[in-house]
């Protein structure tokens, strides 16, 4: 039990405090960002693991690196279609318009400059968003303890 709460808090962390805003705003577009964060959310889960699978504990190195690489595998297919799904989720809960730069003290601007100003909707409803969220929360908490049940 104590060994599945290590990795909880390690998840949390690589998931979480170790994702980058580069990486967490772009998974969803672009594999290179996805690839990276599950690398580092890797490495960590992997050191914490290797003392749960260490070969003191009538375990071979084997245990450890599958439970490793099929969360690495699990990892980025999990976050590959929660990504995409949040995204769109939150994206679509932005306008866009243009608006006329108001003219400066000493005079009117010519040409007219124009900015584009993004505004989140007034009817903005974030319960879907969260909802995947915890989903993909959820997903990554089972496949850790189905994955540690099958590899320990």
């Known amino acids: 039990m104590i060994n599945y709460i290590i990795l909880l808090t390690v998840h949390w962390f690589a998931d979480f405090a ?4 580069w990486q967490a705003a772009n998974k ?3 594999n290179i960002a996805l ?3 599950v690398l580092v959310y ?9 003392v749960i699978f260490a070969p ?4 071979t190195g084997l245990n450890w690196l599958g439970f490793v690489w099929l969360n690495f595998v699990l990892h980025f297919i999990t976050d590959n279609i929660t990504s995409r799904i949040t995204s769109r989720l939150f994206m679509g809960q932005f306008d866009t318009f243009q608006i006329v730069v108001a003219p400066s003290l000493y005079g009117p ?3 007219p400059q124009t900015e584009t100003r993004i505004v989140m909707k007034r009817d903005f409803n974030p319960h ?3 909802v995947v969220i915890g989903l993909d929360q959820l ?3 089972v496949t850790l303890a189905i994955t540690m049940g099958i590899m320990t």
């Open 128 to 130: 879907y968003f969260f």
């Open 18 to 21: 170790l994702q980058t805003h």
């Open 109 to 111: 601007i010519y040409p």
């Open 139 to 141: 997903i990554h908490q």
């Open 42 to 50: 890797t490495a960590c889960i992997g050191a914490a693991s290797f």
């Open 56 to 59: 003191w504990e009538n375990h």
């Open 28 to 30: 969803s577009k672009n």
């Open 35 to 37: 690839t990276r964060h």
